[in-house]
């Protein structure tokens, strides 16, 4: 009798498991099947993928290895180098934080929080001294997109004032130009109105209220083994692993507006989960309603063009996938994440995967191709087909064929087979 009383228990979970998550229209089968195509692709060696809904994460699974070599497994809780992703979890939340305490103006000159902020003539100083910081967080100010420095040169003062006395390209408000000199000169100003550097008033104010333990700057060595290895680095002659990839934030002691936070994907889900309940975690308010409200909506100060308040939205062959909602708002890093979500649906996708890894020409096409597809068939495996009408399929994928060539028949239709 207890012999058949446990076959009955193990078909209870069989099908509350398997079966019923088809039922709900969850069925991650194809998800599987197409993270691992990716690994094998040389897309990405490893990743972490997060699906949430409605404030839980219904998805959450690692793939791959740490590097292409196949020895150390990649795990759930991993960390990553986020890249750009810092633009918007830490320096964009810092000044989101910093209007809703009515510290800052959105339409305010840079230079009255930053006096540096000048050109190199009087010219070139008339028209920085336009500025805003909506432009800056548009990326719409003009100022030029990136600028290497030798460290073995620069100090990371000397860093800081030479990208604020740069000439500007444009007039601020007429041109478009992904920047992130701009948004390290946001993190210089969250540290000159906060009296904080950027990293200890994000530590204070956002991540550690949400109990955020694994997202921080300049991860403590003892986190190490945990870490994905990003490029490999000629001046090393190793692996970039547990400090931060791109070179000015490096030059920055690891600390800057545009680059330099690592985090996990369940951490991330935290935040994601925290936004998507509009600045409010288990009972924690981080933010103002009406202030996530405004910064995860289209600013409009160019026509057409997909930028929030330091967020972006879906648009053309966006990393999001072709069924993001409207008002979806995410962010993308160079060392291959994704981090996107959607208040329409309740859903939030986190990616993360180290794809410069060995080195960034392993990234295009494939990083772009796949990631695409995977934040695609998260929304598939949830029956979210709505497609938005503002995006579109990348070339790999516009023939169904290939792109649905990773599903399996449903267990139901198995069952009556």
């Known amino acids: 009798m207890k012999r058949y009383r446990k076959i009955i228990i193990l078909s209870v979970l069989f099908v509350?498991?398997?079966?019923?998550?088809?039922?709900?229209?969850?069925?991650?089968?194809?998800?599987?099947?197409?993270?691992?195509?990716?690994?094998?692709?040389?897309?990405?060696?490893?990743?972490?993928l997060i699906i949430g809904r409605n404030g839980e994460n219904i998805y959450e699974k690692a793939y791959g290895f740490h590097t292409y070599d196949k020895k150390v497994p990649t795990r759930p809780d991993d960390i990553f180098d986020l890249a750009s992703i810092t633009k918007v979890m830490s320096t964009t939340s810092a000044i989101m934080s910093l209007y809703d305490k009515g510290i800052i103006d959105l339409d305010e000159y840079v230079h009255k929080y930053i006096p540096e902020f000048r050109g190199q003539s009087d010219e070139s100083t008339a028209i920085k001294r336009k500025t805003t910081l909506r432009h800056l967080l548009t990326h719409t100010s003009g100022i030029p997109a990136?600028?290497?420095?030798?460290?073995?040169?620069?100090?990371?003062?000397?860093?800081?004032?030479?990208?604020?006395?740069?000439?500007?390209?444009?007039?601020?408000?007429?041109?478009?130009?992904y920047s992130c000199l701009g948004f390290i000169t946001l993190g210089e100003l969250v540290?000159?109105?906060?009296?904080?550097?950027?990293d200890e008033y994000v530590q204070v104010n956002i991540f550690e209220p949400l109990n955020m333990n694994y997202t921080q700057y300049n991860p403590p060595i003892v986190w190490l083994p945990r870490i994905a290895p990003t490029e490999?680095?000629?001046?090393?002659?190793?692996?970039?692993?547990?400090?931060?990839?791109?070179?000015?934030?490096?030059?920055?002691?690891?600390?800057?507006?545009?680059?330099?936070?690592?985090?996990?994907?369940?951490?991330?889900?935290?935040?994601a989960k925290m936004m998507l309940k509009k600045?409010?975690?288990?009972?924690?308010?981080?933010?103002?309603?009406?202030?996530?409200?405004?910064?995860?909506?289209?600013?409009?100060?160019?026509?057409?063009?997909?930028?929030?308040?330091?967020?972006?939205?879906?648009?053309?062959i966006s990393s999001a996938g072709i069924y993001a909602g409207q008002n979806s708002f995410g962010h993308t890093g160079f060392t291959g994440t994704s981090f996107w979500m959607d208040p329409d649906n309740q859903v939030y996708v986190i990616l993360l995967t180290n794809a410069v890894h060995p080195n960034r020409d392993f990234k295009d096409p494939a990083y772009f191709e796949w990631r695409?597809?995977?934040h695609s068939k998260a929304y598939e495996a949830m029956g979210l087909t709505e497609k938005n009408p503002e995006t579109r399929w990348r070339g790999r994928w516009q023939d169904p064929a290939i792109r649905d060539q990773y599903k399996k028949q449903s267990l139901w239709k198995r069952i009556i087979k």
């Not at 398997?18 to 998800?31: A, K």
Request: aromatic share 12%; charged share 20%.
């Open 16 to 48: 509350s498991g398997s079966f019923m998550s088809e039922l709900m229209g969850y069925d991650f089968y194809e998800i599987d099947e197409i993270m691992n195509t990716a690994i094998a692709d040389s897309a990405w060696p490893g990743g972490v």
């Open 146 to 177: 990136y600028k290497n420095y030798n460290h073995d040169v620069y100090t990371p003062d000397q860093i800081i004032e030479d990208i604020l006395s740069l000439d500007f390209r444009a007039e601020p408000g007429t041109r478009y130009e």
């Open 191 to 198: 540290k000159r109105v906060s009296g904080l550097s950027l």
């Open 232 to 271: 490999y680095s000629e001046k090393d002659q190793n692996f970039i692993r547990g400090r931060v990839h791109d070179g000015v934030a490096a030059g920055l002691a690891g600390v800057s507006g545009n680059a330099g936070l690592f985090s996990t994907a369940p951490d991330m889900a935290i935040f």
């Open 279 to 316: 600045g409010q975690y288990k009972g924690v308010r981080i933010f103002k309603p009406e202030t996530v409200e405004l910064f995860t909506h289209r600013a409009n100060i160019m026509e057409n063009n997909s930028r929030c308040l330091g967020w972006d939205s879906p648009q053309g």
């Open 372 to 374: 695409q597809l995977v």
